[in-house]
């Protein structure tokens, strides 16, 4: 707001209104608390009424939010709010559709660590609305070693160990490129196995072998995933697909504010 809002001064201080916020397309709503917080911040007089909660399905001219309060703070807190919902709807609804596209096998899809910087934890939680689950939150909470590490440990299975003694009892996950890697980093009893751009057939023979030794370890795909070839990775049978455009790629959820009347 910086010295003020310039252009909501211009309405008269006391003047009432009511207001909806009204989703323009299809999408699954995300952000209610979000919205709300900036409304309270700005006149907790304000009165809010939602109509969709987060994690549902909403359709083109639906309302979802309706205001009753002073037109200023309303005015002053419409674009904040709306920025909020329609990233984090955007990010709930991107998880949703590949949620949707891999229904009826065992894989669950998963969000990654490439968030708007600022928005980890909150596009976390509407990667959960939208049905997928979270990988590591942050550097704290799993150890992944990716190509660079494994370069400055010297090899796959001496940065396993290292891991191991370092972060006792963090589960440790490693990225692999070929089908041996995956021998090295099952050798070395990883946690969680990624296999990064890796074809169709080579993820089923990482399966297979993965299998012959006990399933102990989970294998998560990873690496140029689209909703045209989701569901045929997860047939190959691995148990995770990690998918970085569902919160880097964000294409914002059309929302918009109107006012019903003024008294």
């Not at 999408?27 to 007089?45: H, K, M, N, P, V």
């Not at 979270?134 to 799993?142: K, P, T, W």
Request: charged share 20%; net charge negative.
């Amino acid at each position: 707001m910086g010295t003020g809002d310039v252009t909501a001064a211009l309405v008269p201080p006391n003047q009432q209104v009511r207001a909806q916020i009204i989703a323009r397309e299809p999408a699954i709503l995300c952000g209610t608390d979000w919205a709300s917080e900036t409304f309270r911040q700005l006149d907790a007089a304000i009165r809010l009424e939602w109509l969709a909660q987060d994690g549902d399905p909403v359709v083109a001219d639906m309302p979802v939010l309706r205001l009753t309060g002073t037109a200023r703070p309303i005015l002053t807190g419409e674009r904040t709010a709306l920025n909020f919902l329609q990233t984090l709807s955007g990010t709930a609804t991107a998880a949703r559709r590949y949620v949707e596209a891999v229904a009826g096998t065992s894989c669950r899809i998963l969000d990654t660590r490439k968030t708007i910087p600022g928005m980890r934890l909150a596009q976390k939680y509407a990667a959960r609305c939208g049905g997928a689950q979270n990988h590591r939150l942050g550097l704290y909470d799993m150890v992944l070693l990716k190509e660079n590490h494994i370069i400055a440990a010297g090899s796959i299975g001496a940065a396993i160990g290292t891991a191991r003694r370092t972060s006792p009892g963090i589960p440790v996950e490693v990225e692999v490129e070929s089908l041996d890697e995956l021998t090295q980093a099952l050798d070395a009893g990883a946690d969680i196995i990624m296999l990064d751009e890796l074809s169709l057939d080579d993820m089923r023979t990482a399966v297979q072998r993965n299998r012959e030794r006990g399933a102990r370890a989970k294998l998560e795909a990873s690496g140029s995933v689209t909703l045209a070839t989701v569901r045929e990775i997860a047939l190959t049978g691995v148990d995770f697909i990690s998918i970085g455009s569902i919160t880097k790629h964000v294409q914002a959820v059309d929302l918009s504010m109107r006012f019903e009347f003024a008294a």
